[in-house]
């Protein structure tokens, strides 16, 4: 099968994905577009460098959909960021834990994104798997939650 992408620039980096078919296990317009939200929201309200974000970030057998790595004298950090749509996913609240599980294992933070009506469809489960981390002290400052306000162009953490 045909394969090829479509590209979004922001600041001079370009974002990839594969393009979305019909009956085809690639990402939403939806997820990609979040992704894309999340790159310039970095760039633009986080000061962090495009140099220092990568989309589609292999390590292993996981695919990270936003990964940043921050070296400096400051700060070293290395953040997973996962766009959750949670199309298709019978349990959210195990999905997150799944995410949570196997991102941290490598990275010092780990940021799940939703957008708003996921977050408003599922909010219950949001806020249980916020209050599961809050009682994993390994977990705890380490995983933070948003949903996004399109109209404003931010990420919102969801406490």
């Known amino acids: 099968m045909e394969s090829y992408a479509r590209t979004i620039r922001i600041k001079g980096k370009t974002v990839p994905s594969a393009l979305y078919i019909e009956n085809n296990p690639g990402e939403t317009l939806t997820h990609y577009a979040l992704k894309a939200f999340v790159f310039e929201r970095l760039v633009?309200?986080?000061d962090v460098s495009p140099n220092d974000i990568?989309?589609?970030?292999?390590?292993?057998?996981i695919r990270i959909d936003v990964h940043v790595r921050i070296r400096n004298q400051?700060?070293?950090q290395d953040i997973a960021i996962e766009i959750e749509t949670f199309y298709g996913e019978a349990l959210p609240l195990l999905k997150l834990r799944k995410d949570v599980e196997s991102r941290l294992a490598t990275k010092s933070e780990l940021?799940?994104?939703?957008?708003?009506?996921?977050?408003?469809?599922?909010k219950n489960?949001?806020?249980?798997?916020?209050?599961?981390?809050?009682?994993?002290?390994e977990y705890r400052n380490r995983v933070k939650v948003f949903t996004v306000d399109v109209e404003n162009r931010r990420l919102i953490q969801v406490s």
Not at 54 to 61: M, R, V
Not at 111 to 121: D, G, N
């Open 111 to 122: 940021w799940i994104v939703l957008p708003p009506y996921s977050y408003l469809l599922f």
């Open 44 to 46: 633009e309200d986080y």
């Open 74 to 76: 400051h700060k070293s």
């Open 125 to 137: 489960e949001v806020h249980a798997f916020i209050k599961w981390i809050s009682t994993k002290p």
């Open 54 to 61: 990568e989309t589609e970030y292999s390590e292993g057998d």
